[in-house]
């Protein structure tokens, strides 16, 4: 299931959505790309929706340019490139996917944006569900594509023989949502916010070793061994970017459901001579995996919070 791809449909289906793109490296979820006419586009189009296809879905955007950021980066949104007419565009390119990729994706969807509106031109949004089945191939390549990170690049030999005669594959799903704030254990002179990190299993299959990593920060640490809510997989420190949480062989998640795998501590700060703690706005990257699954990133802003520390 392509939930983070399905929910971005819909989200960029304003002209503004679509506008605040501008800045935002292009990543495993969405590709944006300039309209030069449906015979020079065939192949672009095809291979992006390979792509998103063969992976966890995705989003093409048709109407914005982008530019290269540096080598081994990801292309970066730049400036509005509206078609002249969105109607023809997004039958040209539902056209495109339809003779072009085989054996064929189904659940395509495309929603036009005019700018202004009632008027012809915009943007075409395209959404590319997961195709969990057999890989999707280009008919005017003969490549097999897959998105990885904000590349879309051949499949190799075993990720195609894998496809074929495959079974249901797991879709893991990261939550991190606020739980609390209240004091650590045996020290009632602070608070800390409490932040709730789940997964779950969103596909049709047994999610086999799974893990789940987030971006290393200054103000977020894991409970202290006296606390209650430990994580419950193994935890590597090894990366120094990355804090990583591993479950082993026999830690199955089965389809549809949904493990509390760890609880994060934001620390904060108590304004001078008061006794308001405050807790920034804070901004959490993850990244799921399991055994079959690419990794799949996602970004979780919690905003500033307070709370008045209870006097004792």
Request: glycine residues 8%; hydrophobic residues 40%.
């Amino acid at each position: 299931m392509s939930e983070r791809a399905e929910i971005l449909f819909k989200k960029l289906q304003s002209r503004k959505a679509i506008k605040s793109l501008i800045g935002q490296a292009e990543d495993g979820d969405f590709d944006c790309k300039e309209w030069h006419g449906p015979d020079a586009m065939k192949t672009s189009i095809a291979k992006a929706a390979c792509g998103f296809a063969n992976a966890t879905g995705g989003v093409i955007v048709i109407g914005m340019s982008t530019r290269r950021s540096g080598q081994d980066k990801p292309d970066v949104i730049t400036c509005e490139k509206p078609v002249d007419d969105v109607g023809a565009v997004a039958s040209s390119t539902l056209d495109i996917i339809l003779k072009h990729v085989a054996p064929g994706i189904t659940g395509v969807r495309v929603h036009p944006v005019h700018k202004p509106p009632r008027q012809k031109s915009g943007f075409v949004l395209v959404y590319i569900p997961e195709h969990d089945s057999s890989p999707q191939r280009s008919n005017l390549t003969k490549e097999f594509y897959v998105r990885v990170a904000s590349g879309t690049i051949p499949m190799e030999y075993f990720q195609i023989e894998d496809r074929f005669g495959r079974r249901p594959h797991a879709r893991l799903i990261v939550d991190v949502k606020q739980h609390s704030i209240n004091h650590p254990p045996m020290a009632y002179g602070i608070l800390q916010r409490r932040i709730v990190v789940t997964v779950s299993n969103q596909g049709r299959g047994l999610a086999l070793f799974p893990a789940v990593r987030y971006q290393r920060m200054s103000e977020l640490s894991l409970p202290e061994f006296m606390d209650s809510s430990p994580p419950i997989w193994v935890v590597s420190q090894a990366d120094a970017e990355w804090v990583s949480l591993r479950g082993g062989a026999n830690d199955v998640i089965y389809p549809n459901e949904v493990l509390q795998i760890a609880t994060l501590i934001q620390s904060g700060a108590c304004e001078k001579n008061s006794n308001i703690w405050k807790f920034p706005a804070i901004t959490i990257t993850t990244e799921a995996v399991c055994d079959g699954m690419a990794s799949h990133r996602q970004s979780f802003t919690l905003g500033a919070a307070e709370q008045q520390k209870m006097m004792i």
